[in-house]
């Protein structure tokens, strides 16, 4: 499990097939074994950070889910070291399972001045992404501030612009998106009870408790 909340960022500076090399812009204490997350993809260090090189084996599914497949060397990308038990939670739970590689419509300025990041919505994921709720963007904690029918966007706070690789984002670049495993969840449930008990109504989703 991972917060959200990025301590910093690293850049590809190898690939090869399914071995991926980071090279951290910042002290990061890991050993092999260790999880990480990379752009909100949670990978396993294949050996100790000496130097700061962190080497992955990413998996066919990763590359071809994540936008880790695509990044070139040189690209920048968030880490995050994984939740010590008992720990402030001050994002939210992110388990580092990428659910789509999406594509960013815009970003920049709104008429009040806030940083705001514009990103598809395909119908498969419409129902996960909640007004107010908690997303994960390339690994960044972040909240939904408004969903349309064929995206949603977040806020970025100049903390958040500083000091991860999103600022690097432009408009058709793809970024990592883990909608909120709560919803996901929920959203299974409903889908269960649906199939068992036919068509869903108010009166069947008060009966098993969600009203």
């Known amino acids: 499990m991972f917060t959200g909340l990025i301590e910093g960022t690293g850049k590809i500076i190898e690939r090869s097939g399914g071995h991926l090399v980071v090279r951290a812009g910042f002290p990061l204490a890991a050993g092999r074994g260790d999880s990480i997350s990379v752009n909100g993809c949670c990978l396993t260090l ?6 700061g090189e962190l080497h992955f084996f990413t998996l066919s599914e990763t590359l071809s889910r994540t936008a880790l497949g695509t990044l070139p060397v040189g690209a920048s990308v968030n880490l995050e070291r994984a939740l010590a038990l008992g720990s402030r939670l001050d994002g939210h739970l992110v388990q580092g399972h990428v659910d789509a590689a999406l594509e960013v419509l815009s970003l920049g300025r709104t008429a009040t001045g806030d940083m705001e990041l514009e990103i598809e919505l395909p119908q498969a994921f419409a129902a996960l992404a909640v007004e107010k709720g908690s997303v994960a963007v390339d690994g960044v904690s972040l909240t939904v501030a408004k969903v349309g029918n064929e995206s949603f966007s977040v806020c970025l706070i100049p903390e958040t612009w500083e000091r991860t690789a ?23 449930q409903l889908e269960c009870r649906t199939a068992s008990s036919g068509t869903l109504t108010w009166e069947k989703l008060s009966s098993a408790g969600f009203m």
């Open 166 to 188: 999103l600022k690097e984002r432009r408009a058709g670049s793809r970024v990592d998106v883990e909608f909120d495993i709560l919803g996901k969840y929920v959203l299974r």
């Open 46 to 51: 294949e050996r100790d950070a000496a130097g």
